[in-house]
């Protein structure tokens, strides 16, 4: 069984930081792309970043490049997402998810397992 646990959201004021973790417990693999989702109700949920287990393959997002920056633990199972210059329009829930097919992919649809999100609002 595989679980996520987000976690570090909360209230920030633009141009503020904010450091998410995404605990994941059960089987994983170096192959597996761990990701971060976001949305806001009515809307889609959207692609952040992505980072395999094995550091390679790393993928933002155009909206949050040069200010975001996902990283990996393998020892703690944990994935981050770094949050910097935080704007108004990333606020959202935020996911962590895991797919397990070596195939990184930036849609939602491709992965298997979430968590169960961790709120980001940033005020202007």
């Known amino acids: 069984q595989v679980q996520l646990v987000e976690s570090g959201g909360g209230l920030v004021q633009a141009g503020g930081s904010l450091r998410l973790a995404c605990a994941v417990s059960?089987?994983?693999?170096?192959?597996?792309?761990m990701a971060w989702f976001r949305q806001v109700p009515g809307k889609a949920r959207e692609f952040v970043a992505a980072?395999?287990?094995?550091?390679?393959?790393?993928n933002y997002a155009d909206s949050v490049k040069g200010r975001f920056t996902i990283s990996r633990d393998n020892v703690k199972s944990t994935v981050y997402l770094q949050m910097n210059s935080l704007k108004p329009e990333d606020t959202a829930t935020y996911y962590c998810?895991?797919?397990?097919?070596?195939?990184?992919?930036?849609?939602?649809?491709?992965?298997?397992?979430w968590g169960q999100g961790t709120s980001v609002t940033v005020s202007s």
């Open positions: 980072i395999k287990w094995s550091g390679g393959n790393i």
């Open positions: 998810a895991e797919d397990t097919s070596a195939r990184p992919s930036t849609l939602y649809t491709e992965y298997e397992y």
């Open positions: 059960g089987r994983t693999a170096i192959w597996y792309t």
